[in-house]
C-alpha cells in the first residue's frame, strides 16, 4: 500500500486534485481515496466520496492516475 497526494491532475474530465492509497496486486490496483476535488470556475470544489456520482467519474479517470503515479518517483 502506498499512500499517494496529487496535486493537480489534468484528464479528459477535468482537472482534480487527489489524495489517498494505492494498493497493487498482479494485474489489481485499487485506489481509496481520502479526498478529491475538482477545479470548478470558481477554484476547488470538494467531492463527496460518498455519491455514486462521485465514485464513477473516479473510476472513469482511474487509467490516467495509475498512470499519473507510475510516473511519478516515489519520496519514500
Known amino acids: 500500500m502506498t499512500t499517494f497526494n496529487i496535486s493537480r491532475i489534468h484528464t ?3 482537472i482534480f486534485r487527489l489524495s489517498g492509497e494505492l ?6 490496483t485499487v485506489l481509496n481515496y481520502d479526498a478529491a476535488e ?9 467531492l463527496d466520496l460518498t455519491r455514486a456520482q462521485t465514485q464513477q467519474i473516479l473510476e ?3 487509467p490516467a492516475i495509475i498512470e499519473h503515479l ?5 519520496t519514500e
Open 12 to 14: 479528459y474530465a477535468g
Open 23 to 28: 494498493t497493487a496486486s498482479g494485474n489489481n
Open 38 to 46: 475538482f477545479m470548478s470556475t470558481d477554484g476547488w470544489c470538494e
Open 60 to 62: 472513469r479517470i482511474k
Open 70 to 74: 507510475a510516473a511519478t518517483p516515489r
